[in-house]
T-cell receptor, first 115, second 116 residues
Framework: EAGVAQSPRYKIIEKRQSVAFWCNPI?????LYWYQQILGQGPKLLIQ????????DSQLPKDRFSAERLKGVDSTLKIQPAKLEDSAVYLC?????????????FGNGTRLTVT | AQTVTQSQPEMSVQEAETVTLSCTYD???????LFWYKQPPSRQMILVIR??????QNATENRFSVNFQKAAKSFSLKISDSQLGDAAMYFC?????????????FGKGTKLTVNP
């Protein structure tokens, strides 16, 4: 099966600019996650979708970050305006369904550099 | 809040030798799961092994095994017969049990170098 696809692979922007990341989960996977991984740290969950509904966005900085999952398939994560501290790798993951017995499959991430 | 601590920022091992990576966690819950993930330079997080807290038996997956000490809240990963392909960042992660948050809480990682 094809894995989780993310684009772009790298992005460099200046602070206060906007940026968007795209994720295409594994076909049939109902649950989609966005994680932020700052250099030297483990990933931190930003948002979880179940189909096209939000399950958990408690750690999403909603003043500048937004995410959507139209039609319960692809997802986009947007940052507007970006800050220097948003420099990180943004990882998308999907699982067949909710629950710990449905393992997460991660994409290769997008590395964002904000200058 | 749950926390996961990996006290070894870097470790190295000789090819074919055995290495142990440490992880401790803090939680007040009794139902939870623990994981070890591998992250090579490709950045993709790959599940190595998982342990259910209610199981006393330590999980094993081929050359990978864990030492799960529930009372001490310790969850170490042992890699036997280390191979060059094992070189990567390794992250310990915690998840609440069934019905809890889906969120994985990760440690800061340990960079493993395998020397030929």
């Amino acid at each position: 099966e094809a894995g989780v696809a993310q684009s772009p692979r790298y992005k460099i922007i200046e602070k206060r600019q906007s940026v968007a990341f795209w994720c295409n989960p594994i076909s049939g996977h109902a649950t989609l996650y966005w994680y932020q991984q700052i250099l030297g740290q483990g990933p931190k969950l930003l948002i979880q979708f179940q189909n096209n509904g939000v399950v958990d966005d408690s750690q999403l900085p909603k003043d500048r970050f937004s995410a959507e999952r139209l039609k319960g398939v692809d997802s986009t994560l947007k940052i507007q305006p970006a800050k220097l501290e948003d420099s990180a790798v943004y990882l998308c993951a999907s699982s067949l369904r909710v629950g710990v017995n449905s393992p997460l499959h991660f994409g290769n991430g997008t590395r964002l550099t904000v200058t | 809040a749950q926390t996961v601590t990996q006290s070894q920022p870097e470790m190295s091992v000789q090819e074919a030798e055995t290495v142990t990576l440490s992880c401790t966690y803090d939680t007040s819950e009794s139902d939870y799961y623990l994981f070890w993930y591998k992250q090579p330079p490709s950045r993709q997080m790959i599940l190595v092994i998982r342990q259910e807290a209610y199981k006393q038996q330590n999980a094993t997956e081929n050359r990978f095994s864990v030492n799960f000490q529930k009372a001490a809240k310790s969850f170490s990963l042992k890699i036997s017969d280390s191979q060059l392909g094992d070189a990567a960042m390794y992250f310990c992660a915690y998840r609440r049990g069934q019905g809890g948050s889906e969120k994985l809480v990760f440690g800061k990682g340990t960079k493993l170098t395998v020397n030929p």
